[in-house]
């Protein structure tokens, strides 16, 4: 089984066939079945009623409603993507990106929810809809200002959500068996168009890097940066990363810099006084600290001597223009 080039299907097989396979938990007294009138909109005795159909952009889901008023949304993903019950994975990397790859078809984002464990080795592993928990709610008293101030605000926000999938490790080996998958969520998905932002789609690959790295080394801003890599992209749709992925990139590329600033500070003037005609620099230190940098090319000197009797002053420095 390990060494098959193609996953394969279990069909028409019960659990006490293939108990010689699966690890000892699996054998144990299974999770509790789940709740029928949230997600058995498959079976013939369901109580959801098919209400609507939802498009997202590129993603669609068809929508069901329980009698208590109660929406559900089912991606409506070709067969090909989505998880098997029964199939066999050989490592948990093929899972984790087939269910990834899954939701991004979808229009969610997804997680590791836990694992289980049997004598030092991981037996279940859960991977679960990022909306998954419960809402934390938060007491205020209104007497007591203090307890207002807390954890910082975000726009990110769970609703329970149950879907999810279930895979047991086959005991021996690398392999992973797909045992339940519930695929309908109690929010709407998100549309292909704002997938950009989502947490994965937040996250800038190495281009992206590199564009925030030449654009500063050209004297542009992170937020210049964006706008312009939105402009050659053709829109926010097709980007990775918002305006505030861009500032932190360019925030840790300074931080990267540390305090090797003043090295390559005084490296360029070097370079300068080497290249350049009649250039020349003088630096003034204490205590290995730096205090003050004073350079002059060819055409200031030249000024000098011409308007000596002259100060002239940068009026907007450090003003940002």
């Not at 006490?16 to 938990?25: Q, R």
Request: with cysteine; net charge neutral.
């Amino acid at each position: 089984m390990g060494g098959c080039d193609q996953p394969f299907i279990l069909t028409d097989c019960s659990l006490e066939e293939t108990a010689n396979l699966l690890s000892p938990v699996v054998r144990e007294e299974q999770p509790e079945p789940l709740d029928v009138d949230m997600f058995g909109i498959l079976t013939d005795d369901s109580p959801l009623r098919y209400i609507g159909f939802d498009q997202q952009g590129c993603h669609s889901s068809l929508v069901y409603q329980t009698p208590n008023g109660s929406r559900y949304w089912c991606p409506d993903v070709s067969s090909h993507f989505k998880p098997v019950v029964g199939k066999i994975y050989l490592t948990w990397d093929e899972v984790y990106k087939m269910y990834e790859t899954y939701g991004e078809m979808s229009g969610f984002q997804i997680r590791v929810a836990g694992y289980k464990k049997w004598k030092g080795e991981i037996t279940h592993r859960v991977l679960v809809c990022n909306k998954a928990g419960k809402p934390r709610g938060k007491m205020i008293d209104s007497v007591h200002p203090a307890s207002m101030s807390g954890a910082r605000s975000s726009c990110f926000k769970v609703t329970g959500c149950k879907a999810l999938i279930r895979l047991g490790a086959i005991k021996g080996i690398t392999n992973y068996v797909l045992y339940e998958f519930s695929e309908n969520h109690n929010h709407e998905l998100v549309s292909s168009e704002n997938m950009d932002l989502t947490r994965k789609g937040k996250h800038l690959n190495f281009d992206d890097l590199h564009f925030v790295h030449a654009m500063s080394l050209n004297r542009v801003g992170a937020t210049v940066a964006h706008r312009l890599q939105t402009s050659l992209k053709g829109g926010h749709h097709n980007m990775r990363g918002t305006r505030n992925s861009y500032k932190n990139i360019s925030r840790d590329i300074r931080m990267f810099i540390g305090d090797r600033d003043v090295q390559l500070v005084l490296k360029k003037l070097e370079d300068r006084a080497k290249n350049l005609h009649n250039f020349s620099f003088e630096i003034h230190h204490f205590e290995g600290v730096l205090q003050a940098i004073f350079w002059a090319e060819d055409v200031s000197k030249l000024s000098y001597q011409l308007f000596g009797d002259v100060i002239a002053f940068d009026a907007t420095y450090s003003t940002n223009k």
